[in-house]
């Protein structure tokens, strides 16, 4: 009978014996970590009676002509989706009252009538887009959500969420290389803010020194969710710092506030710094569009903040204090609700584009 082969030995595992005592391996440093400057605490601005007054007379203007929009759009004269601004003044008037009109550049997405208002646009062509007319600003083919003039340095109103953001980027891009000492203005929302085209955006800004303000406008709900349940980081100034790029919180309500921490913001960017990321705490009294219930929060939510925190309201206490009279803020939304009439007149008057424009600026050039 065979015998069974013999069982295969394994060679026993070497081990390097280890030295007695402690080790005299030496520990590799930490890399040095970089001096990162931080901006200035912004500062509540201190106006002048006229700024104040001027500050009042832009949010008033919006605040009524997206009075008059809502209402036009109850009518049937708007179509489409229509996005208000109201509740939200404080942010564009303070933020753009800072700016250089001649060379600073303002890029949004689609609720977006107040930007153009407070970067001094006409409230006839604006509300005439809103209408579909020939004599709107992109002659009536661009609507609420899509709105733009080069002229005025007005990039758009953007239907898609979070693509202005490196829209923006770019235009911060061609500022740089033509070094026109210009700044790019790129809003958000905090529905946008976890988009990943915007944190590729804050990449290149950042390694490239870009001159933008990335404007988070924190409304609280995005669509229809709180900030709260969307976002795991809900204080959303922080976005920034993984890129290095330093982020202020600021209270949106306030305009002196938005316009001490633009001061703050354009000072950074304008010393070559790169990027700055400004979160402003605000909130919409409407709901995301006209067609939308808003039945996720409480009216008593709402109010309370209207009662509590109304930009408007809070700068007519600035007004008084500064020794303006009831009579004189009357006399100006009188003014005010007159030019918001004349231009939903001069809307609906307007003649609605050719049939043929369909097939015009689809392209810059003919091909």
Same mark, same amino acid.
């Not at 106006?47 to 605040?63: D, H, N, P």
């Given at each position: 009978?065979?015998?069974?082969?013999?069982?295969?030995?394994?060679?026993?595992?070497?081990?390097?014996?280890?030295?007695?005592?402690?080790?005299?391996?030496?520990?590799?440093?930490?890399?040095?970590?970089?001096?990162?400057?931080?901006?200035?605490?912004?500062?509540?601005?201190?106006?002048?009676?006229?700024?104040?007054?001027?500050?009042?007379?832009?949010?008033?203007?919006?605040?009524?002509?997206?009075?008059?929009?809502?209402?036009?759009?109850?009518?049937?004269?708007?179509?489409?989706?229509?996005?208000?601004?109201?509740?939200?003044?404080?942010?564009?008037?303070?933020?753009?009252?800072?700016?250089?009109?001649?060379?600073?550049?303002?890029?949004?997405?689609?609720?977006?009538?107040?930007?153009?208002?407070? *970067?001094?646009? /006409?409230?006839? #062509?604006?509300? +005439?887009?809103?209408?579909?007319? @020939? %004599?709107?600003?992109? =002659?009536?083919?661009?609507?609420?959500?899509?709105?733009?003039?080069?002229?005025?340095?007005?990039?758009?109103?953007?239907?898609?969420?979070?693509?202005?953001?490196?829209?923006?980027?770019?235009?911060?891009?061609?500022?740089? *290389?033509?070094? /026109?000492?210009? #700044?790019?203005? +790129?809003?958000?929302?905090?529905? @946008? %803010?976890?988009?990943? =085209?915007?944190?590729?955006?804050?990449?290149?800004?950042?390694?490239?020194?870009?001159?933008?303000?990335?404007?988070?406008?924190?409304?609280?709900?995005?669509?229809?969710?709180?900030?709260?349940?969307?976002?795991?980081?809900?204080?959303?100034?922080?976005?920034?710092?993984?890129?290095?790029?330093?982020?202020?919180?600021?209270?949106?309500?306030?305009?002196?506030?938005?316009?001490?921490?633009?001061?703050?913001?354009?000072?950074?960017?304008?010393?070559?710094?790169?990027?700055?990321?400004?979160?402003?705490?605000?909130?919409?009294?409407?709901?995301?569009?006209?067609?939308?219930?808003?039945?996720?929060?409480?009216?008593?939510?709402?109010?309370?903040?209207?009662?509590?925190?109304?930009?408007?309201?809070?700068?007519?206490?600035?007004?008084?204090?500064?020794?303006?009279?009831?009579?004189?803020?009357?006399?100006?939304?009188?003014?005010?609700?007159?030019?918001?009439?004349?231009?939903?007149?001069?809307?609906?008057?307007?003649?609605?584009?050719?049939?043929?424009?369909?097939?015009?600026?689809?392209?810059?050039?003919?091909?």
């Amino acid at each position: 009978m065979a015998k069974a082969p013999a069982p295969r030995k394994t060679p026993a595992r070497k081990t390097a014996s280890k030295p007695a005592g402690k080790s005299t391996a030496r520990k590799s440093a930490p890399p040095p970590q970089p001096n990162r400057e931080r901006p200035d605490e912004p500062q509540r601005f201190e106006a002048t009676k006229e700024q104040l007054l001027e500050y009042y007379r832009q949010m008033l203007l919006i605040r009524r002509f997206e009075e008059k929009a809502g209402q036009l759009y109850g009518l049937g004269l708007i179509g489409g989706f229509c996005h208000l601004y109201i509740g939200q003044e404080a942010v564009a008037v303070g933020l753009q009252s800072a700016l250089d009109g001649d060379k600073d550049k303002v890029i949004t997405g689609y609720r977006d009538h107040g930007h153009m208002l407070a *970067y001094g646009l /006409d409230p006839k #062509v604006i509300m +005439a887009e809103l209408t579909g007319r @020939a %004599a709107g600003i992109a =002659q009536g083919k661009g609507g609420s959500m899509h709105m733009f003039s080069v002229e005025k340095g007005f990039y758009g109103g953007h239907g898609i969420v979070g693509a202005q953001v490196p829209l923006g980027a770019g235009l911060a891009f061609a500022q740089k *290389y033509n070094d /026109d000492g210009g #700044v790019t203005l +790129a809003y958000f929302g905090d529905g @946008a %803010a976890n988009q990943g =085209q915007v944190y590729e955006a804050f990449n290149m800004a950042e390694l490239w020194k870009l001159p933008i303000i990335f404007v988070i406008e924190n409304n609280q709900y995005a669509m229809g969710t709180s900030v709260n349940r969307s976002s795991a980081e809900d204080q959303l100034y922080r976005r920034g710092e993984s890129f290095r790029i330093p982020g202020l919180q600021v209270n949106g309500m306030d305009v002196l506030e938005v316009r001490g921490a633009a001061t703050v913001a354009l000072d950074w960017v304008r010393a070559g710094k790169g990027p700055i990321l400004l979160e402003l705490k605000t909130y919409r009294y409407r709901g995301h569009s006209m067609s939308d219930p808003a039945k996720y929060r409480s009216r008593e939510e709402v109010q309370s903040v209207r009662e509590k925190s109304d930009p408007i309201e809070g700068v007519k206490k600035d007004l008084e204090a500064a020794g303006i009279s009831e009579d004189e803020m009357k006399a100006i939304d009188k003014e005010i609700k007159a030019i918001i009439g004349e231009a939903a007149d001069f809307a609906e008057s307007s003649p609605e584009p050719d049939p043929d424009e369909l097939y015009t600026d689809v392209l810059v050039e003919q091909y």
